[in-house]
Every structure is written in C-alpha cells, then in structure tokens.
T-cell receptor
C-alpha cells in the first residue's frame, strides 16, 4: 500500500516552545489529510481535516490558533503546536487519503509522541 | 459517518479464531465498512474493507449480513502479535468524516 511518512517520531520540548510535525505522502498525491491526537488507552480523536491549498477544517473544541495546520502541497501537511504546554503532551497521528486507490484509501503515519516539560 | 459500537475488550488464546463484531445500525447505502489495527505507539494499519457478504484477504475475513447493520471481523488462528486495538469505521470511501470509535482491545494470551 501507499506510504505516509511522519516526522519526528518523538519530540521533547520545553513549555512555551513551538513544535512542528510533518506528514508526507511518499508515493501518491493526497488532496486530503487528517490530523488526530491520541491519549494513552484512548481512541484517536480527529483534530482537523486539511485540504491542499485551503484552510483546514477544525473539529469543535480544537483551537486553530494553537494547532496550526498547513497543507501547502499535495504531498505535505504540517501541524505546528504553538506555545506548547504539558497538557499538549500526546500522541499525534496524521493520515492521508489516496483518491486513486481502489480499496484501501486512507493511510496513516507512524505517529509523533510529543512530551512537553 | 455512521456511529459504530464494538466491545471494549476481548481476550483470546494463541491459535484460536477471534471474531469481533461491530454494530452500525445507521449505515447508509453508499457506506463501506473498514477495519483497522493499531499497536501501541503506532498509527493504525488497514486490515480489510467490505460492502456486503464476505470479503477475505491474507490477514482476515469480514462478514457482513444482508441488512449491513453489523459486521464481524474474523482473525483465524491468532498469535501473540495480534494483540492490538481493532477499530471499525463506516462511511463513504471518499468521506472526510473519518472519526474513530472506541475500538476493541484484543489481548491474545499464550
């Protein structure tokens, strides 16, 4: 299947700093990408849907100024956690839709574990 | 995206067949049923997708009754490495409403 690369896999930062997470579709063009966060022992929670070249659509309760999403190209979406605080510590996962796939259409990155000290 | 209901957890032993059922009473005509597997600290991985009747691949089988209000993921002869969380998602393949339910935490014991 298609590959979605997510970096970094783990990041530790100080409170108040900003962290950028990249999500790349390696062998297909992803017009739509999704960002999730996941707390331990819980399910994935959809944060936002990003479409290439347009503003992201955020889920209710997700601060768009806190979690900046940029989907500037068909193969790259970035999530920036601005002024991170300990409560932002979580596992962040991106996924990308391959419109050309015949069966499996949604591919996931390997996730980023963010720890804010 | 149709709401889904799955058992929170299941236990099994190595070599057994495991069946995980997902209820989706409000499934729409154009909706497909897709199952994902997630290991700790990893992104979900596609297992199988179907629309009706039975679908089988090298990993699992998916059984969907005629009314499509539920589906059953069948894992033949599980091993310890199948211990994971399994999620079913129901929706159109190009639907952007990709919300996950609670999932089923499967524990395979030796």
């Amino acid at each position: 299947g298609a590959v979605v690369s997510q970096h970094p896999s783990r990041v530790i930062c100080k409170s108040g700093t900003s962290v950028k997470i990249e999500c790349r579709s390696l062998d297909f063009q992803a017009t739509t990408m999704f960002w999730y966060r996941q707390f331990p022992k819980q399910s994935l929670m959809l944060m936002a849907t990003s479409n290439e070249g347009s503003k992201a659509t955020y889920e209710q309760g997700v601060e768009k100024d806190k979690f900046l999403i940029n989907h500037a190209s068909l193969t790259l979406s970035t999530l920036t956690v601005t002024s991170a605080h300990p409560e932002d510590s979580s596992f962040y996962i991106c996924s990308a839709r391959d419109p050309g796939a015949t069966n499996e259409k949604l591919f996931f990155g390997s996730g980023t574990q963010l720890s804010v000290l | 995206l149709a709401k889904t209901t799955q058992p929170i957890s299941m236990d099994s032993y190595e070599g057994q067949e495991v069946n995980i059922t997902c209820s989706h009473n409000n499934i729409a005509t154009n909706d497909y049923i897709t199952w994902y597997q997630q290991f700790p600290s990893q992104g979900p991985r596609f297992i199988i997708q179907g629309y009706k009747t039975k679908v089988t691949n090298e990993v699992a089988s998916l059984f969907i009754p005629a009314d499509r209000k539920s589906s059953t993921l069948s894992l033949p002869r599980v091993s310890l490495s199948d211990t994971a969380v399994y999620y079913c998602l129901v929706g159109e393949t190009n639907n952007n409403d990709m919300r996950f339910g609670a999932g089923t935490r499967l524990t395979v014991k030796p």
